[in-house]
T-cell receptor, first 114, second 113 residues
Framework: DGGITQSPKYLFRKEGQNVTLSCEQN?????MYWYRQDPGQGLRLIYY???????QKGDIAEGYSVSREKKESFPLTVTSAQKNPTAFYLC?????????????FGAGSRLTVL | AQSVSQHNHHVILSEAASLELGCNYS??????LFWYVQYPGQHLQLLLKYFSGDPLVKGIKGFEAEFIKSKFSFNLRKPSVQWSDTAEYFCAVSPDNNNDMRFGAGTRLTVKP
């Protein structure tokens, strides 16, 4: 089945540690996205990438980093610089092109900082 | 970058009531507009989309939305809601020339049986 796989589903981290969330897709989509979902704030864009080896910052990129070495993979690192990292993180992908960017979402990863 | 405002944070309706959820965006150029829905315990999924043409678009499960360019709005409507429509609804906007997709804060809809 085609889709997006996010792992781990739940993750606990101590303050001061970096953590990497995995996102893999087998939809052959060129564009991939990371969003943070907090109650009452909707989905806020962290980073997105339209092509391999290129990505753009969203509204809340500070304290996060990404890489796009392969078309199917877009890992997100939550660094110790992120002041409030406890959240639900959603990865998505889409075709690139005008009018074509309907997003397919993964199941999400819930990060809790202890 | 574009931004999206959803006016209602939580809407509570009885079954068979009519629904309208507001969505306004700010962006100076041509946009693509979307409504996504997140049912309890499920992935976000597309409800409907507008790219061009008829500003009144129909989606799944009897939902529709109207793009009013002069008001920068894309409100979601359904004439008669069902208990199964209980979910969170998100409006989203992207410029027509790239994939930068921004979402609103979401509206939680509770339908009482």
């Amino acid at each position: 089945d085609g889709g997006i796989t996010q792992s781990p589903k739940y993750l606990f981290r101590k303050e001061g540690q970096n953590v990497t969330l995995s996102c893999e897709q087998n939809l052959n989509h060129d564009a991939m996205y990371w969003y943070r979902q907090d109650p009452g704030q909707g989905l806020r864009l962290i980073y997105y990438s339209q092509i391999v080896n290129d990505f753009q910052k969203g509204d809340i990129a500070e304290g996060y980093s990404v890489s796009r070495e392969k078309k199917e993979s877009f890992p997100l690192t939550v660094t110790s610089a992120q002041k409030n990292p406890t959240a639900f993180y959603l990865c998505a992908s889409s075709i690139v092109g005008a009018g074509a960017n309907v997003l397919t979402f993964g199941a999400g990863s819930r990060l809790t900082v202890l | 970058a574009q931004s999206v405002s959803q006016h209602n944070h939580h809407v509570i309706l009885s079954e068979a009531a009519s629904l309208e959820l507001g969505c306004n965006y700010s962006y100076g150029g041509t946009v693509n507009l979307f409504w996504y829905v997140q049912y309890p315990g499920q992935h976000l999924q597309l409800l409907l989309k507008y790219f061009s043409g008829d500003p009144l678009v129909k989606g799944i499960k009897g939902f529709e939305a109207e793009f009013i360019k002069s008001k920068f709005s894309f409100n979601l409507r359904k004439p008669s809601v069902q208990w199964s429509d209980t979910a969170e609804y998100f409006c989203a906007v992207s410029p027509d020339n790239n994939n930068d997709m921004r979402f609103g804060a979401g509206t939680r809809l509770t339908v009482k049986p």
